[in-house]
């Protein structure tokens, strides 16, 4: 709606002042800067949705979501089969991942990349796929999260309202914050400071492949819901995304004081701005045909 009320002052502003003439009617140039540049602010400002998504580390060795959190859902993988797989997986009360032949999951048991509580799953590296994963929610939800095992840059979560595209979390950005896993620190909502060091290895053990991160990542949506997430790494099979503890909630939850605030997630621009540039430029563009006729 605000694009069509945009492309009509637009429109509006050519047809009552005039100083070119274009289809019968005078065209000021003035009048038509101004309506193009006001329409290409207004259309810049636009974005995806109202949805905001903030990213959190919780406590370190932390593995699930805090018992005070209300309504949560934990899928833990525990009951499923080892080895790739290539149908869907719908959880009641959950959701369901979309997989195939080439879009799958590996279930295994836990290992070195594993978190300590048995099964965990991952793309990439394990599945022998760079292909994407979908996790569709049964009900639109306001808080995600899971434990995050040998974290590396090319993992990464894009959000979804429906067929919108809120935008995609890096793990980079955890790796960033982290910093220097020996001299790096980091700050919690409580003031609290966690060594960086206590975040690396495999939670609960001793220098067990202490050179990749390990944590639980909560996903908080304030004030909107989303429907669906999307795993990736980065179209590669050349480092494995392991996750674990899937958990959801429809009820919107507060971060704990002994969180650690990533970042939000990175929001994509909205379609219509597009739509919005492409009408500007159409205007611009009959300003300019009409420039040239008077000059003929």
């Not at 048995?118 to 394990?126: D, I, K, R």
């Amino acid at each position: 709606m605000d694009g069509m009320l945009i492309a009509w002052i637009d429109i509006w502003t050519i047809v009552q002042y005039g100083h070119y003439t274009f289809l019968g009617v005078r065209i000021m140039r003035f009048r038509l800067l101004s309506a193009l540049t006001f329409f290409l602010i207004l259309g810049v400002s636009g974005t995806a949705n109202a949805v905001t998504i903030n990213a959190y580390l919780s406590a370190p060795d932390a593995q699930f979501a805090p018992s005070g959190f209300t309504g949560t859902t934990v899928e833990t993988f525990n009951s499923l089969a080892t080895g790739n797989r290539v149908t869907d997986y719908i959880v009641p009360n959950f959701g369901t991942y979309s997989l195939n032949s080439t879009r799958r999951l590996a279930v295994l048991q836990d290992n070195q990349y594993g978190n300590g509580t048995e099964n965990y799953v991952s793309l990439g590296a394990q599945s022998g796929s760079s292909s994407p994963v979908t996790l569709t929610f049964l009900t639109p939800v306001r808080y995600f999260a899971f434990a995050y095992q040998a974290g590396d840059n090319n993992n990464g979560i894009t959000f979804f309202n429906g067929n919108d595209m809120i935008g995609r979390f890096s793990t980079a950005s955890i790796l960033s914050l982290l910093g220097n896993r020996v001299t790096g620190s980091v700050q919690a909502v409580n003031g609290t400071i966690y060594q960086s060091s206590a975040f690396f290895g495999k939670p609960t053990t001793t220098n067990t492949n202490a050179g990749e991160p390990y944590s639980f990542v909560n996903f908080f949506s304030p004030d909107g819901a989303f429907t669906r997430v999307v795993f990736d790494n980065s179209n590669t099979a050349g480092t494995g995304f392991e996750t674990d503890n899937h958990t959801i909630s429809a009820t919107s939850q507060t971060p704990q004081g002994d969180f650690v605030l990533v970042g939000g997630v990175a929001v994509v621009p909205e379609a219509s701005t597009l739509t919005l540039f492409g009408g500007a430029s159409l205007s611009f563009v009959v300003a300019m045909c009409a420039r040239r006729r008077l000059k003929a």
